[in-house]
């Protein structure tokens, strides 16, 4: 059973004039997949990610994730989806300033009501799952853009969810650390978790397994 | 599907709030600091004034409120009148008074010395009194000893403080003397704790005898009267017919202690002015909060968005900047409430006033902080909770 399921998809934005951002999708992804969503900019592959991991409802048509319809559930029962199932890489890391490396991490799993002692254990296991078991008392500011990065990582993982969502993860690198980023994404999918890549880089979307192409709002 | 509900533990919700403000030291500060100025400047005018009322309730108690002075009204020519001889007997008659004073306003002048010219007496006067008044008044002897039956009939005086103070007499070491219209008195003590009595505090009190073999007959021109508390209101109803039968009107008769109540009165309105105040700069101070906290929100987009992809409701966010602002408003009320407390100790050290901050203003102070803080944290509160997530991690771009 799929772990994503998209039937018919549809998003508009209210105009004037509306934009139609999604137009039909159709898309299955399958556990322990790794799948890079590749177009051009304006294509509408970052909604899609937000209708993917449940940031956004679309305006017709069905997402499922992991087996809960996102038009059914209420934006706290959302949340709690988010929460629990799913992880997010962004290409602005966006990790706290002033914090270190592994509360950075365990802010992952501050929304689960983890406790703060178990909560560090598993961000430390993070940590060394991403290569970082040397950095974890550094301040997130003191680290490089690809160390911040594996952080960012990290805390997407952190709380072992069904799907990681990774918004150009590597746009923000130079060409080795990029290359690091993806070896580890390869690594973490072939410890079992599923990974979306949105990217617009072809070259990067070329060493993922499977690829699905957007243009206009539509698969191709 | 309640496996899949968000929450956030109580302690990490103070926790995330705390991350806001500590990673914007400067601002926090800065912000916080509006309101301890406006929370100092509340606790220490209400911890001022309960010192100052403090310090007052105790001089009343020395006091007494049982004091009635009586003097004379004005003259048929305006000038003061005089009691008449026996009024100091006539009111010892009436039964509740427990004991009568009398003093009387010599006319001459009093001088530091004969060279000083007649017409700079530095507004003193000498008043001669009888033995028992410092006991009457409730005064007390700052150094020597007061004109006792012992000395009554003796050239020599004792000073009231401000008069002490502006015929340069500090001490008693040596013999020190004052010229009286042809007279050399000797002092022998100078009485303090006359602030109710501002015309013995500015005079030299001699013993009646020994004025009269000076200067001739004096009259009495105030009696001081310690009378049985509850028949205060009694016996001022009868004081101006028995000291004077004949011209009853020409009686004046006041209570000291009522100065001291309109002193309060006075001090109390001053206080709710200052209050007043105090509460306009808290005002600002949390108009302030809540603009900082509108400018952290719009700043803030992103982290508002990272948070909602980590799971956060929009309750959790609300609650963030919420406790943000309570936090911020919070600790600004407890440092200026120490501020405030600090403020009145150093005054009340300073003033030789005993210090008492009620622990009513410390404790609402830091409410009232906290208050602002809730109210000022509402609308960005709310505000960034109504950011639609897919919005807030668009962020900028």
Not at chain 2, 261 to 282: H, P
Request: charged share 20%; net charge negative.
């Amino acid at each position: 059973m799929p772990v994503l399921r998209l039937r018919q998809v549809h998003k508009t934005y209210p105009g004037p004039p509306p934009v139609e951002a999604i137009r039909g999708v159709d898309l299955d992804i399958d556990p322990g997949e790794m799948v890079a969503i590749v177009g051009p900019s304006g294509s509408g592959k970052t909604t899609l990610l937000h209708l993917m991991g449940g940031l956004d409802r679309p305006s017709s048509g069905l997402v499922e994730i992991n087996g809960v319809d996102v038009s059914r559930v209420s934006d706290r029962e959302l949340s709690g989806l988010r929460a629990a199932k799913l992880g997010f890489v962004f290409q602005e890391f966006f990790l706290l300033a002033g914090v270190t490396a592994l509360d950075n991490v365990a802010q992952g799993l501050v929304y689960r009501a983890v406790p703060p002692r178990d909560r560090r254990k598993l961000a430390a296991v993070a940590l060394e799952k991403v290569g970082l078991g040397d950095r974890m008392t550094h301040l997130s500011t003191r680290l490089s853009g690809g160390e911040r990065q594996r952080v960012g990582i990290a805390r997407a993982i952190v709380g072992d969810p069904a799907i990681v969502f990774a918004d150009e993860p590597t746009g923000n690198l130079d060409s080795v650390t990029s290359e690091e980023i993806v070896r580890l994404l390869l690594d973490l999918n072939a410890g079992g978790s599923t990974i979306v890549v949105i990217t617009h880089d072809l070259d990067l979307a070329s060493r993922f397994p499977r690829r699905v192409s957007m243009r206009d709002g539509n698969l191709l | 599907m309640t496996r899949l509900r968000s929450r956030l533990r109580i302690g990490d919700a103070f926790g995330l709030a705390w991350l806001g403000l500590k990673a914007r030291p400067g601002r926090s500060v800065l912000t916080a600091l509006g309101i301890a100025i406006g929370i100092a400047a509340i606790v220490a005018v209400v911890g001022i004034s309960a010192s100052g009322r403090a310090d007052l309730l105790d001089q009343l108690d020395r006091l007494g409120t049982n004091l009635i002075r009586v003097g004379p009204g004005q003259g048929i020519l305006g000038g003061p009148a005089e009691l008449p001889e026996d009024a100091p007997s006539m009111a010892a008659r009436i039964g509740p008074v427990e004991n009568v004073s009398a003093a009387g306003l010599v006319d001459v002048t009093i001088r530091r010395t004969d060279l000083i010219p007649e017409l700079e007496t530095g507004g003193l006067s000498l008043v001669a009194v009888d033995p028992n008044l410092i006991e009457v008044l409730g005064a007390s002897m700052g150094m020597g000893r007061f004109v006792d039956s012992g000395l009554a009939e003796m050239p020599v005086v004792v000073l009231g403080e401000v008069a002490a103070e502006r015929l340069g007499i500090r001490n008693l070491e040596n013999e020190r003397l004052i010229y009286a219209d042809g007279w050399w008195l000797s002092v022998v003590g100078i009485a303090s704790d006359l602030d109710l009595h501002p015309d013995l505090e500015r005079s030299a009190m001699v013993g009646f005898p020994a004025a009269e073999a000076m200067f001739g007959e004096v009259h009495p021109t105030a009696l001081y009267l310690r009378v049985i508390p509850e028949a205060v209101d009694d016996i001022t109803e009868v004081l101006p017919s028995t000291v004077n039968p004949e011209n009853p009107d020409r009686v004046e008769i006041t209570r000291p202690a009522d100065a001291l109540a309109a002193r309060e009165a006075a001090d109390s309105a001053l206080t709710q002015l200052l209050i007043a105040l105090g509460s306009v700069a808290l005002l600002v101070g949390g108009v302030a909060i809540a603009n900082v906290m509108v400018m952290s929100v719009l700043e803030r987009r992103m982290e508002i968005g990272v948070r909602r992809a980590l799971g956060a409701t929009r309750r959790h966010v609300r609650s963030q900047f919420l406790l943000e602002s309570i936090m911020l408003a919070g600790s600004g009320g407890l440092v200026g409430a120490g501020l405030g407390a600090g403020i009145t100790l150093g005054y009340a050290t300073l003033r030789g006033l005993r210090l008492d901050v009620p622990v009513e203003a410390l404790g609402g102070a830091v409410a009232a902080a906290l208050g602002i803080g809730a109210i000022a944290g509402l609308y960005p509160a709310s505000r960034a909770s109504r950011i639609p997530p897919s919005e807030a991690v668009r962020g900028s771009r």
